[in-house]
């Protein structure tokens, strides 16, 4: 079975994709296209251009689109009718076959949820997976169908996840943000495992074994890696601030280079490595930083290789400009 390496790619970043990164990855998903009424809406993506420059790099390579993103809205009222299904699927087929990409990614942040500022609704359970059979009755079974799925229990309660898993190529879990803007427990937003004292219970390891039990196969299952930090800050100086109770919600940090540069064992943080979530975090005195580094990821990239699963994908390519985390990503997988 061959491991899949997926990076999602901001449109502002794709001018900077290097050759290096593109012999380094097997699936770029494009951020983001949008759902605009019932059509497919391309304006945020003004550097679609540099797809045949990349491309020329590694011909394997997949050019997928991601449509949707935190806060971004439409699914919902789209998705509710048969006609509006099919438009938006139709004018997906179009920019597919405008731009020679290879899929469409559904990044709907979140079915039945209106948390991010978007419109809601009961029946976005059923329509989700509606939508999922339109995109692929559009895009035909060579061309790629799959999503981005939440960490938490709340997904799989609001879709169908059998159905879709039926469906998709692929189920991208975004095993990061587990720990997001919502909580003051301090602690990993990206563990592979769950550590003793995590009340959360949150992890990589935890919500694989929930989408398994739902329906997903693990030759469908893609877990998730942060190229990004959280930071909560006003912790009191005990376990190092690790599931401690801070004065803020765990506020989206620093990419990993400038953690480098700037943050790890450097002005006053000092690395800690929690060996039970296999996973690093800094800490000052009051303030905890939680990310993945190369030793998490080479510890994710082993883990999911063990369990027999699909791949790993990563958010968000420009957080890393110096690439440690993809080519430490990149060695694990390889390796035999």
Known sequence: MKHLILGYVCDH????????DANMLDCINLAFGKVNGKRLDMREMKHIGDLPRIRAWNPKLKFILSVGGWGAGGFSLMSRTEEGRRAFAASCREIADMYRLDGIDIDWEYPCNDSAGIDADPSDRENFTHLLQALRDALGADRVVSIAAGAGSYFIRDTEMEKV???CDWVQIMTYDIRSGFQKEAGH???LFTSPGDRLNGSADASVKAYLAA?????????????YSRRWDGLPNENHGLFRMSGTVGQYGPGYTKLEEEFINKN???RYWDDDAKAPFLFNGSSLISYDDPESIRCKCE????ENLLGIMYWDHGS???RKLLRAMSGAMREK
């Not at 970043?13 to 290096?20: Q, R, S």
């Not at 329906?215 to 190229?227: D, L, M, S, W, Y």
């Not at 883990?303 to 063990?306: I, N, Q, R, S």
Request: net charge neutral; proline share 8%; hydrophobic share 35%.
């Open 268 to 270: 006053g943080f000092t």
């Open 165 to 167: 898993a039926r469906i």
């Open 303 to 306: 883990w999911l290789k063990k």
């Open 189 to 191: 937003h990206t563990g």
């Open 13 to 20: 970043d794709l001018p900077g994709v290097t050759e290096e």
């Open 320 to 322: 890393d400009p110096s």
């Open 215 to 227: 329906g997903v196969p693990r030759e469908k299952t893609v877990i998730g890696a942060a190229f």
